[in-house]
């Protein structure tokens, strides 16, 4: 990968840019995709932010190669702390837990003044940040499910606006799965939630051998009612709890 040919699931990041955004690339590693951002004039101009020192040096020498350092910024820093408020309008974040890019949001949500648009890659847990969107008044207007290189990635646009407008009646289970990407269940899509289903009937049957059951039990709970809503996204109805 380099900044002329980016991974499938950094093209589908780059692709949901608006057109002429300032952008911030939060944990940018080689600033591949701002640099590619800015280079092919999606982005105007763009913040590469970065927390260990060498991604930040491979960030800054990416930058420099390219003779964009007038349009890359390459900054040292947690999170949003790299930017001001209404210092860009679009922010990405991708190759991250679900739960990291839901806590950088978090802490950095007065940074977020100003901003657009949000375009968010978890590698897991892309629940975390739909509740995170909900609960803080971003709508999600844009979802994405794709595989490369035997992995499963999600990629979700949003901006401020109505939060409840995506979701319907089924809730917890558009939460968990998303709400676009259930109404179009595509293969993708399945072969995730299959997997997923597969590995929470592992966590019940090891959870049958553990020393400490109270603990397994409460344990045991949440994985069943996780597994309820898996079952119920890929079967398109309600299941009998196992």
């Not at 679009?90 to 949500?109: D, F, Q, R, W, Y």
């Not at 592992?202 to 045991?220: C, H, P, S, T, W």
Request: net charge negative.
């Amino acid at each position: 990968m380099n900044i002329n040919q980016l991974s499938k699931r950094l093209m589908a990041v780059a692709s949901r840019i608006p057109a002429g955004a300032v952008i911030a690339d939060i944990g940018s590693d080689h600033a591949y995709l701002p640099c590619y951002a800015v280079q092919r004039g999606v982005a105007a101009q763009a913040v590469a932010g970065e927390v260990a020192d060498g991604p930040l040096q491979a960030a800054k020498q990416q930058v420099q190669a390219a003779g964009l350092e007038e349009k890359i910024a390459v900054r040292k820093g947690n999170g949003l702390e790299v930017i001001a408020a209404g210092e860009v309008d679009c922010v990405t974040i991708a190759g991250m837990g679900g739960p990291l890019i839901t806590s950088i949001l978090n802490e950095g949500k007065e940074k977020l003044v100003g901003v657009k648009r949000l375009v968010l890659q978890p590698n897991l847990r892309a629940d975390h940040i739909r509740r995170w969107l909900l609960m803080n008044g971003w709508q999600l207007i844009d979802e994405e499910i794709m595989e490369e290189d035997g992995k499963i990635y999600e990629i979700l646009t949003a901006e401020q606006g109505d939060a409840d407008k995506p979701y319907g009646k089924r809730k917890e289970v558009e939460l968990l799965t998303g709400p676009m990407l259930l109404a179009e269940k595509s293969d993708v899509f399945l072969k995730k939630w299959r997997r997923e289903a597969d590995q929470l009937e592992v966590v019940l049957e090891n959870l049958k051998k553990a020393e400490d059951q109270q603990a397994a039990d409460q344990k045991r709970q949440s994985v069943l009612q996780e597994l309820q809503l898996i079952k119920e996204a890929i079967n398109g109805e309600e299941n009998e709890r196992t």
